[in-house]
């Protein structure tokens, strides 16, 4: 029963996914990468569509229960083409590339699913927290239901270097996923006043903090190799990177 609704959900959408529908004002500036899966064909995990990071990074897709996996293609589709029904709790995970010196300070992550008889993916971003929701309609069905977009934003407080994204099907009625796309936002490891080079100003910066609280404002990120404390190492690690620019 389960397979059967969502191939009859696909056959009465006869519509194209949109585009991604509120894209952050920062795409494409320095210090940013745009990630983006169309999933045209059943490779998996699956390499990037558009990839402007720094690394390879792959979409693992682990199906759930009741999953019919991936569908190439409907005539009546009307050009929506490779969708992946990831059933009862299936996931699609994804980690960041690493970028060093470079970590990374948001994400904004964006799912296109089918809302029927299947329903809105949960989006989870490792060590990230979750500052903002938009659901966007992007194609009303005939039939009922519709083509939506989730976009989650999400901000790190102590930054990350690689960090996890993942996908994942409603365990109670299955999700069904046509598109994935992830903006991230860069700062560079010891720019502490992210004007995006490293220069004798942050290590003054740096200087000025030895032995200081590292819970205490915005002193984390004096502590550059993330050891929970504000040294000569930090110092050390600051002075290596002297000429560093954001990417």
């Known amino acids: 029963m389960y397979r059967f609704l969502i191939v009859a959900a696909c056959i ?5 996914m949109a585009a991604s529908p509120t894209p952050p004002a ?12 169309a999933f045209g064909t059943a490779t998996n995990p699956a390499a990037p569509d558009t990839n402007t990071s720094s690394g390879n990074p792959v979409a693992a897709v682990i199906p759930g229960p009741f ?35 470079m970590e990374y300070s948001e994400v904004w992550v964006q799912a296109s699913y089918l809302q029927d008889m299947t329903v809105t993916p949960e989006i989870y971003v490792s060590g990230a927290e979750l500052t903002g929701t938009v659901i966007t309609t992007l194609a009303t ?40 796309s992830i ?11 992210t004007d995006c080079v490293i220069n004798l100003l942050d290590l003054i910066m740096v200087r000025n903090l030895l032995g200081a ?5 915005t002193n984390w990120k004096a ?25």
Do not use: M
Not at 72 to 82: C, E, N, R
Not at 227 to 240: C, E, K, M, P, Q
């Open 213 to 217: 609280d590292v819970s205490s404002g």
């Open 12 to 16: 009465a959408s006869g519509a194209a």
């Open 223 to 247: 502590d550059v190799n993330r050891d929970g404390y504000i040294n000569i190492l930090d110092l050390l690690r600051v002075r290596n990177l002297l000429s560093s620019i954001c990417k």
């Open 183 to 193: 903006d991230s936002r860069l700062e560079l490891a010891g720019d502490l006043n």
């Open 26 to 37: 920062w795409r494409g500036t320095r210090g940013t990468s745009y990630l983006q899966w």
């Open 141 to 180: 069905l005939p039939a009922g239901g519709s083509w939506r977009a989730i976009q989650t934003q999400w901000t790190f407080p102590h930054r990350a270097e690689q960090p996890t994204v993942t996908v994942k099907g409603s365990v109670e009625w299955g999700s069904v996923i046509d598109e994935v």
């Open 67 to 101: 999953s019919t996996g991936w569908i190439d293609t409907i005539d009546v589709l009307g050009g929506a083409q490779g969708i992946w029904d990831l059933g009862s709790g299936g996931t699609i995970t994804i980690q960041l590339p690493g970028a060093r010196p």
